[in-house]
């Protein structure tokens, strides 16, 4: 029972603890940005970031071949990835809905602000739910800048021409 009282009433600090050595690593350019807490959450970021790309090249479309094989097969390519992107965006929502809805419950320090805090304040658990779109901004730029070659799109002079500047 004592494991089931742990994840149901935790001790709120952060679920998922940092290692120090990315602690360390990262502090000095988050610093320069203004951004004192995110060292803390760096681990959840990368986390987050290697978990949608598998989700994206591994679990959607395995799941979209068992599920609806015809229609998947016959996606062209940027069909596939639109759709490919759309299952990690769900996914993404349903995580950050339930982490969202878990720290407002379970969350000791936040139930000991008042609402200007629980508004503006800062807790570990509610900065592990505020790094999320930090996951979503780093699964999207990677999706533009290593997936845009794949995704040529054609000029009106007849070249084929990438949509961003780094891959042309």
């Not at 809805?101 to 000991?112: A, G, N, T």
């Amino acid at each position: 029972m004592a494991l089931a009282n742990r994840i149901l009433r935790p001790e709120m600090r952060d679920p998922i603890p940092s290692p120090s050595i990315l602690v360390q690593l990262s502090k000095p350019f988050t610093e320069k940005l203004g951004l004192t807490t995110l060292p803390y959450h760096v681990h959840e970021v990368l986390a987050g970031f290697l978990g949608y790309h598998f989700i994206l090249h591994v679990v959607s479309p395995a799941v979209s071949r068992l599920v609806c094989p015809q229609v998947y097969r016959g996606f062209n390519k940027r069909t596939r990835i639109n759709w490919d992107i759309h299952w990690v965006s769900m996914i993404q929502a349903l995580f950050i809905n339930t982490a969202a809805l878990w720290v407002i419950f379970k969350d000791e320090q936040r139930h000991e602000m008042d609402w200007r805090g629980r508004l503006w304040g800062y807790t570990p658990a509610t900065g592990m739910v505020s790094v999320t779109p930090l996951q979503l901004l780093a699964r999207i730029t990677n999706t533009i800048f290593c997936r845009s070659k794949d995704l040529q799109q054609v000029t009106s002079s007849g070249t084929s021409k990438s949509p961003c500047s780094i891959c042309r």
